[in-house]
């Protein structure tokens, strides 16, 4: 069995980055996601346990204290973290993970575990960004402000990573980073 791998992908959002990574995981069908825990609300398509642990701001505040997260970040007023629990287990059962995180987590992850891979997805431009946001229309006016204003500071350490993949046609995107997989882990 070859040594299990962590894969970090982070973007701004809208960059096409959830639509990447699941399909990384249909082609690799033997890796395993990170469910993050939030507390932000559930979206409409969202399942507990599989996109995110939906889990309250008291509960999330148990868990920090607890020091059951690698990382965690407070952003739109909610949390995030990725739980150790996760990644010790998939590590210790083989099993190479694919997580999906804000910039500052990434570079935390990889901190904590220096042969962390991480992958930026840039969007085209910030314009074509907003765009795919306004066209995703799972946020309202405020919130969306507050993503690309973030996507911007997200933008800006794209440098940190170890590949950059620009999402201009997804397709692409998409092959590119399966060769990026590909390459490291053979
Ligand atoms: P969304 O609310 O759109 O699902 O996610 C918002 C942002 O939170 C995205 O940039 C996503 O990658 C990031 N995120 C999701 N889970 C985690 C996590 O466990 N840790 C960190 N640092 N960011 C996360």
Redesign the pocket.
Known sequence: MSKPRLFV?????GAG??TIVRDILKSFPEFKF?V???T?KK?ANEIDGV??YFISEEEFKRKIDNNE?V???K??D?Y????KKTIDENLANGFTTI????????L?IKKVYPDAVLIFIAPPSIDELKERLKKRN?ETDEELKK?ID?AEM?LSYKNNFDYVVENINLDEAKEKVKKIIEKEIS
């Open positions: 992908f982070s973007a701004p959002s980055k959830t990170s993050s825990a939030t932000r979206r996109d995110y997260f990382e965690w970040e952003f739109y909610h995030y973290g990725t739980l997580f999906e995180v804000d910039v500052k987590g990434a935390n799972t993503r973030r997200e």
